[in-house]
Each structure stands twice: as C-alpha cells, then as structure tokens.
C-alpha cells in the first residue's frame, strides 16, 4: 500500500537551543530528553505542578538544540511557560516556522517513526509533497484509536496517563523529575487509573463532543472529538460492560491493538 501524506497544520514548532537545552527541558517534561540523538523524535508532555495535561508534545533531537512540535495554536502559550522557567539557564527559545508533517500506515522515505505506536505511520519537519489532508489523517488516527491529547483533553483538565501517555511511550517513569511527577507516578504505582481516552465507533455523524456516554441510566464517560462512525471519549473503565449510548444512539468500544482490556 502506498503511504499517504499530509501537512499537520493544526501543529506548530519551537526551537530549544543553547548550552543548557537538553537538561532544561529534561527537568520540565515527561520525557527523557538528555539522551535524545540528533534525528531522533520521541513523545511526551508538559504538565502542570499538580499532574494535569497542559501541552502534548513530539521532541526532535537536533544539532545545538531541540525542536518542539505542539498544538498550533498553544505555541505561544507554550513559549511563555517555557520562559517562565527559564531563570539563568543558558537556553534560547524561538518560534520556528518549519511545516509538521505525517504519513501512514507506514514510515515513508525521509520519515521518522511515529513514537507512540507503529499504527501511526512517520512523521517529519520541513517542507514535503503532499497527497491527503490532515482530515484524512485524522481519520486514520482515529481508527488506530490513538488520542489527540491538544483537541480532546482540553487545557489543564486531563491526566496523562486518561490520554494513555502511559501506553504510547509519552512517560519516562525512571527519568527522575519532572513537573507533575509525583501525581503522575502514583496513579502508576498504585493503579490508580479509572478513566481513559478510547475510540468509540457508530453509525453516521458525531454526536457532540461532551455528550454523555451512558451504561444504561448510568454515565459512563464524555464524547470528545469525532468523525463520522468514529470519536474519541473520556470513558470510565468500570462501565464499559453492556449497552452503551449515545443520545439514544447506540456505540461500541474499539479497543486498538497496542491497548489490551484491563
């Protein structure tokens, strides 16, 4: 199968550069940073103090420096946070206006592997041709029932492990620090994990995102973002077992293939 290829507009750059770059960030993010090698692109977070999704983030590892792919439109919001930890680290933080760009189902030439999952094709920074949309994109991530934590977790409201940054190598566990650890680790260690992002598939179009998933007369989660036949919910996992609805319309759990049933 030929892969397809698209422009992820609704993604935006930030550089890193400086002396103190890498520790900068490794002591901020989810995800071990010191080690990353030039080429290199792995997943991860910024949270805030008390353990709450705040940025999803791609981290490439370049010469004198790290590129930040994040939400298009908190890139600004991002660059202020990032400068309010700055203090006397010898780092400089700027824009870059390079274009994100994806290919799926597989890892085209001049691609790197998505870092999450192998369902999720490659991806790239710079200029590229294009063949698809990012709504055909966004299609095939929702049939591999992978999240997108900056449209479906909304700002500071979601843990990451509910986003399955857990599951989809966006959590160094054994890094050491980083802001939001201590509320992260312990949903970790003590399995403390009621509620998670999974895809919900249906007839026809989406119902609106924050529409009641029910079990019968019991709430059982919250619809996030969608296509038609398929969306994303916030779902409790305890409540997964018969009926669910919709607004009266009936939906099914897809369980992707890298998430096995709890």
């Not at 369902?119 to 709504?135: K, L, Q, V």
């Not at 995102?209 to 305890?238: H, I, S």
Request: aromatic letters at 6%; one cysteine or more.
């Amino acid at each position: 199968m030929t892969d397809r290829i698209a422009r992820l507009n609704s993604r935006a750059l930030i550089r890193v550069s400086g002396a103190d770059a890498k520790p900068f960030l490794h002591n901020l993010l989810t995800q071990d940073v010191e080690t990353l090698t030039d080429g290199e692109v792995r997943f991860g977070a910024m949270l805030s103090p008390p353990g709450r999704l705040l940025f999803d983030l791609f981290l490439w590892g370049e010469a004198g420096g790290v590129v930040l792919d994040v939400a298009a439109d908190r890139r600004d919001t991002l660059i202020q946070r990032l400068s309010m930890y700055k203090l006397r680290a010898q780092v400089e933080i700027a824009a870059d206006d390079r274009p994100v760009v994806a290919s799926w189902p597989g890892v085209a030439a001049g691609f790197v592997a998505d870092p999450r999952t192998v369902a999720m094709g490659g991806r790239t920074i710079g200029d590229h041709p294009t063949d698809a949309s990012e709504a055909d994109y966004d299609a095939h991530r929702l049939s591999a029932g992978v999240p997108d934590p900056a449209a479906d977790a909304g700002s500071d409201r979601t843990y990451p492990i509910e986003a399955n940054f857990d599951l989809l190598n966006g959590i160094d566990f054994g890094k050491g620090c980083f802001v939001g650890q201590e509320t992260t680790s312990r949903m970790k260690r003590r399995g403390e994990i009621k509620k998670r992002m999974l895809a919900l598939t249906f007839d026809g179009p989406p119902p609106v995102p924050g529409a009641e998933v029910l079990n019968g007369e019991l709430r059982a989660g919250e619809l996030l973002t969608g296509q038609d036949g398929r969306a994303m919910a916030l779902v409790r996992l305890d409540r997964l077992e018969g009926a669910l609805t919709v607004n009266g319309r009936a939906v099914a759990v897809q369980w992707p293939g890298w998430m096995a049933p709890d």
